[in-house]
């Protein structure tokens, strides 16, 4: 991925300024997604969080921020340093954060300046899988695909599952951002889908708590 897009985070900021910055787009309703999560990333990467007020950034944002989730707020980072905000309004974060995993799973390379033509490979209910331009994509479908590059459909596990399936991969990534061990397994068992969680800290046990929680009512997350 080139890093070299309009994303600077060096923005001369107290921690109190970005506090009444992204509570009054919170407020606003409309949210500037870009914005919120350029803030984001800029109290991440200057360590504006300090001990012993704050344990980190996440606990700031935890503690100060009302009405944005975590794994929202990762999203909204993730996205905002890597694309900028016309490309945030054409395509959308969600779909955007979803291409950005595309690309670590399958090796494609997607260009900043110009997402839309990346060739994303859907898989289909039946037959074999059909190369689609992400700008063609549902955000549905770009889960499908990550879902296919990621790991191959569980047997027996129905199309239509996986996309649920995503999600929670999805959750649990933007919970734990920086632990690429942390992950979910899925397998069908007498008609049941079984899922597993491995790899969690003793001590992120209270993030898992909050990821699952998302999980079972995706209406928390902030989009």
Known sequence: MDTNTPNDTRLNLTLPQVEERITTLVRQGNLDTHEIGRLYNYVVENKLAKKPQYKNAQDFFKKRIKGLSQSALSMYGTVARQF?????????MNNLYVLLTYEKLSGTKVDVKDPGPTPITVPQEEGAPVQKPFAECTVEELKLAVQYKRSPPAPGIPTTDMVRLQRYH???????PENALVRLNARLHRDQILLSVKDVPEAELEQLAEA?????NPAREAA
Do not use: K, P, S, V
Not at 84 to 92: L, S
């Open 84 to 92: 900028n905000a016309e490309h945030c309004g054409q395509y959308g």
């Open 170 to 176: 999805d959750t649990l990534a933007r919970f734990f």
């Open 212 to 216: 699952i929680l998302e999980c079972l």
